[in-house]
DNA sequence: CGTTTGGTTGAAATGTGTCAAACTTTGTGG
DNA sequence: CCACAAAGTTTGACACATTTCAACCAAACG
């Protein structure tokens, strides 16, 4: 993990603009924030859980993605988090990780420590109010996800998390089409699906041979965007990007 | 769901002081919110999802429960919501149900205009500080259940649940030994899981013979905490509960 | 008392996991 | 730039957890 100085949250700013309506004051008062900004390699983690922490953490750039262990080490991952997004904001209120943050790519990341943080909000109630719903946003996609392994097999699954990643790309603009940056391996798709990696190699095929998807390069390109989106049973509702983004 | 008139929020105060440290000024403020109280029978719905709502539902009596369907009606449910919790805390930032809520016995419920609750959030950061935490419990709870379901067998994800549920209601004061209400159908079990009902029954009837639990008359009784902590890979710590409530 | 709801059982089907090996790609140091 | 190691993917055979279906039973209830 290389550390250097050079703040700049403007990701986080678009993304809470976009989402959550942040208003310019409050953008620019986040843009005051003392950021320590760092580097994580690919595999290694950005938080790590259970350490009694004092400081968020914000994907500047790359893909992480918040997971749990077992006590046999077997891991569930929780949530894929973009550019912009904050994997650890709850810990803000409980003053501990109590979720371990990885990276699937190499990412930069900012550091924010918590009592500039709490300071910003207790002095700007409304952002406090786009923080909080920057949780629950999160919140309910891990919602979505309990019922997608809880309800839905391999098949729709692994299409419902394809469908997620393609949308939620799209509403932050870093794709424009139905083809999105899709930089797993199958093992971290496994642990995403709560499936053994040899099944999602298999069900892989499968999408593939249905015409469905291609995947090569870390970039996944739907080749039949409604079809994919009804065997997964798909609804971006539970996303809650704003009615600017809904081209299907 | 018959109504009536007779605000009295003691246990969601009770609640809230408990867990989130409420002062006793934010506590008197709740008690001054117009209340709308209604009684839910079981199986009947306190809240539709996707109703586009403008109160939020307290639980002042009974147990409730989140789910969400698939778009072919097969159910998962999200979360247990015991007396004293919010279990739509989180529409009232969206301005919409996203969840349905149900009640697994009869329920007792208090609904809250949004307009009063965020005006009262509005004039008192401490509060809204309490009712994030709130939501943010709740879902860690949702993350512990996505890694249960995602990565436990059907034993230890029953097992899990009863340690949940035992924990959680003696935190609440709702029992002080290993044993606790558990007013559950085997559905609705098999829906809180991710399992079938037959499957469920045959968990059941295996952690009876392994003399872990009895259950009976809507109320469990663990008979091995221990072990069925063990067995179940269970740690409280993600209910974040404070120290108090320490004693296994 | 019949009806409904929830629980229990058995047999068979099936989705998914495990294990182990081969293969392919990627990355790296000589 | 090659050679090698490491990481990731693919395959097959098999084991097994879990589902499905169908029937039966028990308790609760109007």
Redesign the interface.
């Known amino acids: 993990m290389c550390e250097d100085e050079m703040p700049d949250l403007r990701v986080l700013m678009a993304k809470l603009a976009r989402l959550h309506g942040l208003s310019d004051d409050d953008g620019a008062a986040l843009g005051r924030l003392p950021v320590h900004e760092a580097v994580v390699a690919m595999g290694q983690d950005v938080v790590r859980a259970g350490d009694p922490a004092d400081r968020c953490a914000i994907v500047l750039e790359g893909l992480a993605f918040?997971y749990?262990?077992?006590?046999?080490g077997?891991?569930?991952i929780?949530c894929f988090h973009l550019a912009g997004d904050m994997p650890d904001l709850?810990s803000l209120?409980?003053g501990r990780a109590?979720?371990g943050v990885g990276a699937v790519t190499g990412c930069r990341v900012g550091y924010v420590p918590y009592a500039a943080l709490r300071d910003l909000c207790?002095r700007r109630?409304s952002l406090?109010?786009v923080l909080?719903?920057e949780?629950?946003v999160?919140?309910?996609i891990?919602?979505?996800?309990?019922?997608n392994?809880?309800?839905?097999d391999a098949f729709a699954r692994l299409a419902h998390l394809m469908c997620e990643m393609v949308f939620r790309q799209r509403a932050a603009g870093l794709t424009s089409d139905h083809s999105c940056g899709f930089p797993f391996t199958q093992t971290l798709l496994a642990d995403a699906?709560?499936l053994s990696t040899v099944h999602v190699n298999r069900t892989l095929q499968r999408l593939r041979a249905d015409g469905l998807v291609e995947w090569e390069a870390r970039r996944l390109m739907v080749l039949d965007w409604q079809r994919l989106c009804t065997v997964a049973?798909f609804?971006p509702?539970?996303l809650?990007i704003g009615p600017e983004a809904l081209a299907s």
């Open positions: 918040g749990k262990l077992t006590g046999d077997r891991r569930q929780l709850q209120r409980f109590d979720t207790s109630p406090t109010e909080w719903r949780t629950l999160q919140a309910a891990v919602r979505e996800w309990l019922l392994v809880g309800r839905r699906l709560g049973d609804d509702t539970y809650h």
